[in-house]
């Protein structure tokens, strides 16, 4: 034992002098530091985007220092709680969440939820996909629509976890064309890289999920891409909406950051400040970019009204699927 | 053979089928989704619960005939030091009790010296500042270094 | 052979003394964390992360790759000298490893630890190298029909670890797969057996139960029977080396284990558990000297070391060929890749090809360097059993609280461990092995996910599992395994009994 924590230290010591990145400020800093609270593990969507943001902020100069937190599990469900309650009043606390937490927080009867927190920004969106598999017989989404309307059961969909905004977006395709929701033969994946391998497997009918789990995989050919549940058609991506397609359906999957409870009017006006000039930074834009994310900047207010809306949508879309 | 008989397996065997109808009645009492699924989330639970029942049954019948041979039931004269789990135990407690408040360090160091008390170890005065130092070092590599969050505390705020 | 050229210019990248450093502060930190108990490469890679802003692609993808083979190295160490896996694939290790080095065996059994992991590494990346691929489109035509027959295997493997009594060896295993029944169902969103705690709804964490019943059971057995003078550990008895007959009996359980171990490591949903199991299972049958098992028999470290192994190297195969994130730490170093402004994908061979095969050649020359520091270490390590008792568990104590608490920073995660340690003590006494529970744990929530995934797909028609047939050879083998072994074991001790007649 002795040894080996002597030399863990030596060499975690050498290792630690490295990721201290050097701050070249050219932009006004606008607090000391601020610590993210991701309710999920390393890896997903919710970390990534902390660790954009760190990255930006601390580039842009805008923080001292930044830290990550995670607390994975069950939608973010595991680690709301521990905001509520360990982070509360903490000025420089900023938890990166989004529409999942909502589907999950409705999903699991969550004893805590989004109104508990102080909304400060919406931040990017995603719009989801439909693929299939290149030997699919289907060309279009008017061919999965026609299956899934002749036998709903036999046509089966690969992605996330149940209830879910995979799971709520191939629910609400289901009900727009007039199918039997509750025969929706959805096989959830719990990552990302098993439900792919299912659809380049040929195992499914079709996959659903965000663009950026996809996008390299049909840019190479490997597998199609259907339709998007975006409003209209977005740059860069040469795919047909689910509307023009006459499936009326459309469907963001957002994320924003969130303040702790009980935060004081003058942090929360700091962190909406901080949060306001990342947005605008270039090396922000730079990244929404190179991500291919949707820039859907809101304010604390417009976002708080936004969370309202989106709790009673995801209510009724849970309640035909028998999730709520 | 009843001169065989040992509480303690017989006590085992009874809490795995205690275990086993817990599982059957806590999946009956869930409710069921309308979703589309041919085999729902009760299947294995129920099956997982009635093998839990039939291998109790199967533990009673050898507790019964005495052929369990265990560490247990071997040696009963030879009982176990239950001041020893005790003094483990209470180190657990104490850490759980400390980790929020005081901190990391402290409660690491509590959980240490209650189980060097626990082997035997009586020099207080030599195991709590070992303790101690261990768990700043550890919290100073994970939590200052790799920066793991390990919460905040009473000694943790003075470094 | 182009995949040679490629190659032998990721080594002129891999080898220049500045790679090498970063390649050596790489094995050596994910040895420390492969050693301690809940720490994993992943959540190491993801803290080092900030990493990615300052030093250049190829420096940082190298740091990783040591973190990671390092980490595979250091979790058999912890498992052999003191019984405490720091993490699930290395379970298996410690059934026999532990037995060797309570035997004062603990030399050999590091060196064939050591040296099994080598031979798997290199053997995984010369499969990465040429056979990726292949091995790619071989994984994807398991569809959770095959997955499910690959579990029943598994589940029948299994017979090789529940020890004396089959009955609580089945219970041990019904508890794991119990546990595994906690959390949210992945399939309906539904929550079982959570009872409304919310720190359940994510399921029991592997880690928490496997630090629970091993690192703090044995904690609580060993406290409460200190004054026996029982228990104890001979720390070196014999050479600290392999003699001419561990070296005979160690290298063919370190090829047999590498061919299970990469291509099921090369499945999205394969893991390194499975394969180290069936390992184990394959080395118990085919030993000669089957009567050792239990006891310490060192074909039981070789083989499911090299398949933890080589199933770590298959795990970066989907990750290479297609961009397919199919572990933790695999979607980790994905997310790193992307901060260099390289998009992981099916295209990442041919757009970014340097990078790869310095990768791939980093990954080879990780695995030297781990094999030299290992082996002089070995002497060094196995005098941590020589740190006094008290001061030897209530640190691994700590530790432990480190792995857990300070991971998720719950507190009731510390109870738990509290209630798993207690379990594990329970266990001990009354003569339940404690590895089929972790076994369950880990195979349960797989098999009943794939099961139901199969049903779904095939719209509850069970002849799918006869009708595919990767799906059909799985169970046939299967049965077999479960039906042949006592049939030849039966002609042989006839056979044994009528030589000894002729004999007399």
Redesign the interface.
Known sequence: ?????R???A??????A?????RFAHAEQILEQVRFFVPA????GW??TA?TM??VM??AGLVGSA?V??????GG??GL??FINQWGGQGDGLMVSGLVMIGAII??K??VNLSMVTPIARLIGETEVIVVPKESPFQTLQDLVAALKADT??V?WAGG???GTD?ITAGLVAKAVGADV?????????????A???I??N??SCGISGWGEF???V??G?IRALGISAEERIAGIDVPTFKEQGVDVTFTNWRGVFAPPDITDEDKAKLAALVDAMVKSPEWQAEVK??EWLDVYQPADAFAATIDEEMTRITGILQT???A | MASQLRPGTVAVSLAVLCTGIGVIVTTMAAPTSPMYAKVGPTAFPYAIGACLCGLGVLLFLDAWRGRWQAEATERPDERLDMKAVGLVVAGFLAAMALVGQAGFILAATALFTLATLAFGERRVWLSAPLGFLIALSAYTVFAKLLGLRMGDGLIERLL | MDAFADLANGFAQALTPITLLWCMVGVTLGTAVGVLPGLGPALTIALLLPITFKVEAANALILFAGIYFGAMFGGSTTSILINTPGESATIVTALEGHKMARRGRGGPALATAAIGSFVAGTFGVLGITFLAPVIVDFALKFGPPEYFALMVVAFVAVSAVLGDSRVRGLTSLFLGLLFGLVGIDLQTGQARFTFGQPELLDGIDVIVITVGLFAVGETFYLAGRHWMGRDEIVPVAGSLWMSKEDWSRSWKGWIRGTLIGFPIGAMPAGGAEVPTLLSYYMERRLSKKPEEFGHGAIEGVAGPEAANNAAAAGVLVPMLTLGLPTSATAAIMLSALQSYNINPGPMLLKTHGDLVWTLIASLYVANVMLLVLNLPLIGLWVKVLKVPKPYLFAGILVFAMVGTYGVSRSVFDLGLLLGVGVLGLLMRLYDFPTAPVIIGLILGPLAEQEFRRAMITSQGDLTVFATRPLAAGLLVAALLLLVLPPLIRRWFTSRRTGEAALEG
Do not use: I
Not at chain 1, 1 to 5: I, L, Y
């Open positions: 034992m002795k040894f080996d924590r030399q863990a230290l060499v975690l010591a050498a290792a630690a490295l990721p201290m990145t050097a593990n390393p890896g997903g970390d990534q660790r760190e990255q601390r580039t830290q937190t995670n607390v994975g599990g069950a469900t595991v709680p521990q999903a699991n969550s004893p059961a036999a089966t976890s149940a209830g799971h509750t025969k929706l033969a959805y096989v959830a994946y719990s990552g990302g890289g098993e792919q391998a299912a380049l497997g195992q499914v996008s390299e995989q840019a190479a490997a190179k991500r699927l028998g999730l």
